[in-house]
């Protein structure tokens, strides 16, 4: 008499996804070309941000020029002064404080990219879109609050030329952060509950 085993498989592939949708197809191109206006826009501003520091470091003329109310290219009011007609310590500060104020600007660019990227991929709720959302809203709050640390550092050490920093746009930059920030947390919270549900089924 014969005996016969049913063996069962050491691993079960996994069923074949489903075909994409014409929303998702049109989710992924609409990605795919925010990746690339993202990554032109980091491009472009560290170009500039390199552009500024070489003018500050470097430039002597009288194109540039500094007041209490804002910088100015061409002609400034008479209280504002040439930058290149500053001291080179004063010029670096200077620097330190326009590199402060781009970074969170750079990042915003650079953690959209990534976002972007992610969902072109078809990572859309995942736990690393969440995060990624999340570093977005923390960049976003970097940029508000830059120009207030910046003059705390400025005015405390006594190089403060330009003192209008209080900006509307830093409050709604700030507001916006938080919101973004707290969204990622909700998404990363719906992703751990998805993922017991998955693992009780």
Known sequence: MATVLRLKPLYRVPPAPPPESAAQ????????????????LFVLSAAILITAI?????????????????CYIGDG??????????????????VVVGIVRATPILMIFWSLRALFG?????????????????????????YAVSPFLCHLALSATGYEIDKNWAHMASLQAFVLGLLVFVIGQVMQVGREIEEDREAFV
């Open 77 to 94: 009011p008479a209280n504002s002064v040439a930058f290149g007609s500053l001291p080179l310590v004063h010029r670096l500060v200077y």
């Open 118 to 142: 992610g969902y072109a991929r078809g990572e859309v709720f995942s736990r690393d879109a969440a995060r990624r959302f999340g570093r977005t809203g923390n960049w976003l709050c970097a």
């Open 54 to 70: 070489a003018v500050m470091v470097f430039y002597k003329g009288e194109l540039v020029r500094i007041g209490p109310d804002n």
């Open 25 to 40: 197809r049109r989710a992924r191109l609409g990605s795919r070309a925010a990746v690339w206006l993202f990554t032109s």
